[in-house]
């Protein structure tokens, strides 16, 4: 996101700051659009009888800390998630922020633009802390998002923190599955698609301190970044420290046709659980539901 396209979106936001909302200490954006190319709308993917992303935005309501969660959708798959959710009966369109443009490198530009416009002008000033969870992370638990929030709190500013957990031997050589290594400080060293020493896969959530978040669209590239094609390498090799805290569980990113079967099977074995213990977790109707 160029400096100059920031300056324009603050400029033209500034005036409607009597009509927003108290910010919040914490929020959870999903950014979302319809460009996957390993597997073509995956987010809407529905064997469950829901969209995939609706899954991923029930996780993040489970969590304590974030007061409120929001999709961060492209014009065109907010278009397109409606029509899903109106589509099926007792689907209820989940709370969004404003529709973002197109052309954006990566989730985090989208997730950017989307917090400026809606918590940059709060009267009580902005969020703390911004997460940015992946949309397709749908078997990631509220407490693992407490978990990175908390981890945010207590890095300094600007900071950012993520999650890691073991890596799966399934996984070891998949380019699909992102390796981080963190030093004795719980510091990130590096992240690859390529198995490191040491290394544990990496889960798709970041909570950004709020001055963190604002730097980063400034940043200039990264030769590392792009040879990985990881935007995080960007962040590390300007100097922003990345926290990593290490989840039991083992939440896996649906990258593949293969990943979404697996989940389904997963999703399907919970609800036979749920069937016959009604009090387990995730059973609650969640207080913050839309």
Request: positive net charge.
């Amino acid at each position: 996101m160029g400096v100059d396209y920031v300056k324009q979106l603050l400029s033209r936001i500034r005036p409607a700051a009597w009509n927003r909302p108290h910010a919040p200490k914490a929020v959870i954006l999903i950014p979302a659009h319809s460009g996957s190319t390993r597997l073509p709308n995956k987010l809407l993917l529905g064997k469950t009888g829901k969209p995939l992303i609706l899954h991923t935005y029930e996780a993040a309501m489970q969590s304590k800390l974030a007061s409120d969660v929001r999709i961060a959708p492209s014009r065109e798959f907010k278009g397109q998630l409606v029509a899903a959710c109106m589509k099926r009966p007792g689907l209820c369109v989940p709370k969004m922020a404003a529709a973002s443009r197109k052309s954006h490198p990566n989730g985090t530009s989208r997730m950017i633009e989307a917090a400026l416009q809606r918590y940059y002008d709060c009267p009580d000033g902005p969020p703390e802390i911004v997460v940015n969870l992946q949309a397709d992370e749908p078997e990631i638990t509220g407490k693992m998002i407490d978990d990175v929030i908390a981890a945010a709190a207590l890095m300094p500013k600007p900071g950012v923190a993520t999650l890691s957990r073991d890596v799966r031997p399934s996984e070891a050589l998949s380019a699909d599955c992102v390796k981080v290594v963190a030093g004795r400080d719980h510091r990130a060293l590096y992240f690859s698609r390529t198995l490191l020493p040491s290394s544990q896969a990496h889960i798709g959530v970041y909570a950004f301190r709020w001055d963190a978040l604002c730097g980063i669209h400034c940043m200039q590239s990264s030769v590392l970044a792009e040879r990985e094609d990881l935007e995080q390498l960007q962040w590390l090799d300007h100097g922003l420290p990345i926290a990593v805290e290490a989840v039991d569980g083992a939440p896996v990113a649906v990258n593949t046709l293969a990943d979404y079967d697996r989940f389904v099977e997963w999703w399907r074995d919970r609800q036979r659980q749920h069937q016959h213990q009604p009090g387990l977790p995730g059973g609650e109707k969640n207080k913050n539901a839309a």
